[in-house]
């Protein structure tokens, strides 16, 4: 099982890698600064169970 996700920065444009913690389910929410542009962004992890695979989707939150 894939335990990685990736999404790009609605901020910057960016591509980002995430690694997923299995143990918090299969929807997560999380709220983290975008490794390029430092810019806060809230992350959506869902898990698959056709495909196995996590996806990420990610908001921009101004602060």
Request: with cysteine; charged share 25%.
């Amino acid at each position: 099982m894939e335990r990685t996700a990736s999404y790009d920065c609605p901020q910057c444009g960016e591509r980002i890698l995430l690694f997923v913690d299995q143990g918090n389910g299969d929807v997560q929410h999380l709220i983290e600064d975008c490794q390029v542009c430092c810019k806060a962004n809230e992350i959506t992890v869902t898990y698959d169970h056709r495909s196995k695979r996590y996806a990420a989707q990610a908001v921009a939150i101004d602060l």
